[in-house]
């Protein structure tokens, strides 16, 4: 199995694409690091499906990713426990949309903290432990509406994921030759997160997309594992769509 025994973090892996993203890897082998910032049960069903179906080795971990000191102690507790990070996952997200009007300066910063600030620390500290090893993948889950700007109520959003792009290719520079730093831009995905959406909105965005669907959670897996793989090697710096062709 292409990833026996390695160590892949994934942040924000209690549910959606995250926890799509953590079992794909342990069906190949990784050992798994879950965290969640909120969602302890959550957290805990993945560990036990991870368990059930794969046996391999598994932490959960708390954390909230946009402040330093959690991520440090975050990065001590995985490294005592494995010893090593092979894969870093960042997928942990959040948005509060509404419309321009009414977003608060409170509410813009928190997508801002979460969105991009956690994923300039968790590419900082995790990623320095990768070098200091001699090796290590890095892929950041961005959004296609980071690229092209789909409605003002998301502006934060779309900024952070924006954000998040330029951070992965400032990052793939600083760390290159060791670590391969990617992004992975989905687009309208079947999860949770979008459950509030109404059938008249689905059906417009789906009207939108090529593929006249949104995209199954195990859809970006594949996208992630590809680039954490060794069929992978010589890809750096690159910013992957895996939105059906929306229009």
């Known amino acids: ?107 813009f910063q928190r997508v801002i903290d979460v969105n991009l600030l956690g994923t300039f620390l968790m590419c900082k500290y995790v990623g320095k432990e990768m070098q200091q090893q001699g090796q290590g993948r890095i892929i950041n889950i961005s959004s296609n509406e980071g690229i092209d700007v789909g409605y003002p109520e998301g502006m934060d959003y779309h900024a952070s994921k924006a954000g998040v792009i330029a951070l992965t290719k400032s990052f793939a520079v600083e760390y290159a030759p060791q670590v391969l730093v990617n992004t992975v831009a989905p687009g309208w995905v079947d999860t949770e997160m979008n459950q509030e959406l109404s059938e008249e909105w689905k059906e417009k965005e789906c009207n939108r997309i090529l593929l006249k669907r949104f995209a199954r959670p195990e859809e970006i897996a594949g996208m992630v594992t590809f680039l954490a793989s060794s069929q992978a090697s010589y890809i750096t710096a690159s910013v992957f769509r895996v939105d059906g062709g929306i229009r």
């Open 1 to 107: 199995m292409e990833f026996q025994g390695k160590v892949v973090w994934v942040t924000g892996s209690s549910k959606g694409i995250g926890k799509a993203i953590a079992l794909a890897f342990a069906k190949e082998g990784a050992q798994i690091v879950i965290h969640y910032e909120k969602e302890k049960d959550k957290a805990l069903q993945v560990q036990q499906e991870i368990k059930e179906k794969y046996q391999v080795e598994t932490l959960v971990i708390q954390g909230d990713i946009s402040k330093e000191e959690e991520v440090l102690r975050m990065v001590t507790e995985v490294k005592n426990r494995f010893g090593t990070i092979d894969v870093l996952v960042n997928n942990a997200g959040i948005s509060l949309d509404s419309r321009v009007v009414d977003k608060t300066v409170e509410e």
